[in-house]
């Protein structure tokens, strides 16, 4: 009897000591719950300041988009005010001083003394008029090779332009230009006609 109480006692403590190390697993598992948990916290605090963060860099690129557009429009509307005050300020140019053609005899490039009048008004206006640049186109008749009637047409808007140099004008502010015979007035083969193509053409250039 005294014998099967021992391994009674034997078998119970040996159950005991087997049932022991289950414990600290249990421990592990719960403790591993808390750790899962913060983890996908701060997972999910990421992805919301990451968000965040998208949110405001695409805001700010469309604002500094919408900001260089209406720059850009602005611009654009201040050139085209700009290009328009211009052509106003040409046209009243224009208005306060006829700018008249002289002529040439045939074949020269001569300036003829009833010419000369012309220029002398054209310069006196220039004089005042001291952000004008002015361009003065060479003609000929039909009469005559092409590039003969080039080079005289050259060589009557350069005459006009010393003339003009004489009177004090600078001559940075002429221009000239040939067109010969390419742009007549009048295409009747007659001698007025041709009289009136033989001419130095006065246009504004430019105004600073």
Not at 25 to 39: F, L
Not at 48 to 56: F, G, N, V
Not at 87 to 102: C, M, P, S, T, W
Not at 109 to 134: F, M, P
Request: hydrophobic fraction near 35%; proline fraction near 2%; charged fraction near 35%.
């Amino acid at each position: 009897m005294k014998r099967f109480t021992s391994i009674t006692v034997l078998i119970m403590a040996a159950a005991l000591l087997a049932g022991c190390p289950k414990k600290p697993t249990i421990v592990k598992e719960e403790a591993k719950a808390p750790a899962a948990e913060v983890s996908s916290d701060t997972k999910a605090k990421e992805e919301t300041e990451a968000k965040a963060r998208a949110e405001a860099r695409a805001k700010a690129e469309a604002g500094a988009k919408a900001k260089a557009e209406s720059e850009a429009r602005a611009n654009a509307e201040a050139e085209a005010r700009a290009g328009e005050a211009a052509a106003k300020a040409e046209a009243k140019v224009k208005e306060e001083f006829r700018l008249e053609d002289i002529h040439f005899d045939l074949d020269k490039y001569e300036i003829k003394d009833k010419d000369r009048e012309i220029l002398s008004n054209l310069a006196d206006w220039l004089s005042k008029n001291k952000s004008v640049k002015i361009e003065i186109e060479g003609h000929c008749d039909e009469r005559g090779a092409n590039d003969y009637n080039l080079a005289l047409g050259e060589r009557r808007a350069d005459s006009a332009k010393n003339y003009l140099a004489t009177l004090g004008i600078d001559a940075s502010r002429i221009g000239t230009i040939s067109y010969g015979e390419e742009k007549p007035l009048c295409t009747e083969s007659s001698e007025d006609c041709w009289f009136k193509n033989r001419r130095g053409h006065f246009v504004i250039q430019e105004q600073r």
